[in-house]
């Protein structure tokens, strides 16, 4: 799933303070999951803003609502009414349902309520962390099934470099060595052969840098 958190609230307030009528729109999505932008957290941040509004003299109003996914048409659709009577819509979706929202809404000021951080997994109660940075081009067969470009701090594709120390990585003692992990995974499957190849540099068109990408599938088109 996608994982996000909310921005800090005096950042949210300075984007939305000289509106008159603001829409903040949960999602259903992974967002209500990862618990950063559900209708719960609508609910709670439009009454925090509120709150602050008054406190300091400005006088925005803020309604809540949640739809089930911000990422998908007939969702949007079904909100265009109730869009036109606010000046803008602070959504929680993650960024891919901030970017459909202004793209589905030309004439509505649109702005980010939380800051996305990619795809990832929950680790425990309250805890998510990310796992694959969608390079477009999965090589989990060839590393035991951890990512080196998500897990590695230098996204290397042959590692570790010299920085490993006792199982952590370079950059911090708190963040475990990713090629550390693949070599013990490896290891405890018998697949050690795997780090006999040199792996070729990756190709990094099939990522954002060959721009926008897109999927399609036939079969599901109307
Ligand atoms: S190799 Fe690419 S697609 Fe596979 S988990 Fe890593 S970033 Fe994601
Ligand atoms: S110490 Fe390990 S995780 Fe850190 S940059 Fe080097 S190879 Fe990557």
Redesign the pocket.
Known sequence: MIIAEQKPIPEIAAQVRQCQKVLVLGCGGCVTVCQAGGEKEAEILASALRLMGAREGWDTAFDSMAITRQCDPEYLDGIARKVTEYDAILSLGCGVGVNYLAEHFPRTWVVPGLNTKGAGATLEAGVWEE??????????HLTGGI?P??RCSKSLLNGPCGGSQAGKCEISPDVACGWQLIYDRLRQLDRLDLLLEIRDPKDWSRTHDGGLRRVVKEEARL
């Open positions: 796992r694959c940075l969608a390079c477009g081009d999965c090589i989990l990512c470009l998500t």
